[in-house]
């Protein structure tokens, strides 16, 4: 780093990234170890004209152990990641990879075709589609008399 350069991040982006690191660090599973807490897995949530995607970071998940329940207005993620066993173990010296049940329940802005919805896990990854519902914005009425 330049030591005459007057601001240390290269641009928000890396601001944003850094500061999102600090809150997950500070985060109550970290603070209170021994609280039985459910874990929340990283997600990020993109829209394109025709559908919602959401992409969330579960390794170490069997995609057996995920349930997607989807509705027209929201997304519920859960499942369970467990934990390793090490018969042999004297000592833990460190432990930070969360274990246990997990749930995350995502709100949409706008109306989903639930039954469209489809997901796909790979590499440690969750990948949903979720269709926006086509909402006609005319209606033709029939006048009967």
């Not at 929201?74 to 000592?91: A, L, M, Q, W, Y």
């Amino acid at each position: 780093m330049d030591r005459f350069k007057k601001f240390p991040f290269g641009n928000i982006n890396d601001i944003e990234k850094e500061f999102g690191r600090i809150v997950r660090d500070l985060s109550s599973h970290r603070l209170f170890p021994f609280q039985t807490t459910s874990q929340t897995p990283a997600t990020d949530i993109y829209e394109t004209s025709d559908e919602y995607i959401i992409y969330m970071e579960i390794p170490g998940v069997d995609p057996n152990e995920i349930s997607v329940m989807a509705t027209a207005a929201s997304v519920t993620i859960s499942g369970e990641r467990t934990k390793p066993s090490f018969t042999d173990t004297i000592c833990i010296h460190q432990l930070e990879v969360e274990n246990g049940h997990f749930e995350r329940s995502i709100h949409l802005p706008e109306a989903i075709d639930a039954d469209a919805t489809s997901s796909t896990c790979k590499n440690g990854c969750l990948l949903i589609r979720m269709p926006k519902k086509k909402i006609q914005t005319q209606i033709k009425v029939n006048i009967e008399g």
